[in-house]
């Protein structure tokens, strides 16, 4: 996990949806220059274990299991790891 991932997880939790160009926007990760592209792949990550989900097209919405984590219920260490897509 990545401190990137942490800031998409809480922007989730306080919204219904939100999509990798909102999210950018929103939050303060712009003011690290971190750009709507390296979100839309961070969100490919954590849709792939299984903390995101998809909602439409490129909108997300965060999972029980997105929230266990931020509670610190859950280890991220504990996650599914997928292959890297090509």
Do not use: F
């Not at 990545?2 to 919204?15: A, F, K, Q």
């Amino acid at each position: 996990m990545y401190p990137t991932d942490e800031r998409i997880l809480e922007h989730l939790s306080e919204t219904s949806w939100a999509t990798p160009k909102t999210i950018a926007k929103e939050t303060h990760l712009e003011q690290i220059e971190i750009d709507e592209q390296y979100i839309q792949q961070r969100c490919e990550q954590l849709v792939d274990r299984e903390l995101i989900a998809p909602v439409y097209d490129d909108m997300y919405e965060i999972t029980s299991w997105g929230l266990a984590y931020l509670r610190g219920d859950l280890d991220a260490g504990t996650l599914p790891r997928w292959p890297v897509k090509n």
